[in-house]
């Protein structure tokens, strides 16, 4: 049970939890407000704002930095791996997105002329990626929530 407990008390674990958690909310309810339906898929699926990815990584690396020193070896694995993770997100999946996209748009004109549908499971998912907006937003709430969960 030491294990278990042990994992629950993480602040590191638990901060990169919660600022993905957080984001996926926030991410759901502000597709919701802009497109005016609500589509449970946000809550788990990439792509959005905020960015999940930027709020999960951002969080981690605040909380090993407050908790084990900004000038340690593991602060900078956390924040190198936070850096990549964030310019992915804003770089090769988003222009996997924009390909989706286009592709989707493809085989839309092409399923009208032939006349067949294909169903959601065969499209390719357009949420991936993040603009610069969107994992700075992501940013901001990891910082937020690493900075609040480790001074409680």
Partial sequence: MSIINDIFHNRILLAGLMGWGLAQILKTIIFFIVHKKLQWERLFGDGGMPSGHSATVTAVAVSVGLQCGFNTPVFAIAMILAIIVMHDAM??????????????????????????????????????????????????????????????
């Fill in 91 to 152: 770089g090769v999946r988003l222009e996997t997105g924009k390909q989706a996209k286009l592709l989707n748009d493809m085989t839309e004109v092409l399923e009208k002329l032939s006349g067949t549908d294909l169903s959601n499971e065969e499209k390719l998912k357009e949420f991936v990626g993040h603009t610069p907006f969107q994992v700075l937003m992501g940013m901001i709430l990891g910082l937020i929530v690493g900075i609040v969960l480790n001074l409680i």
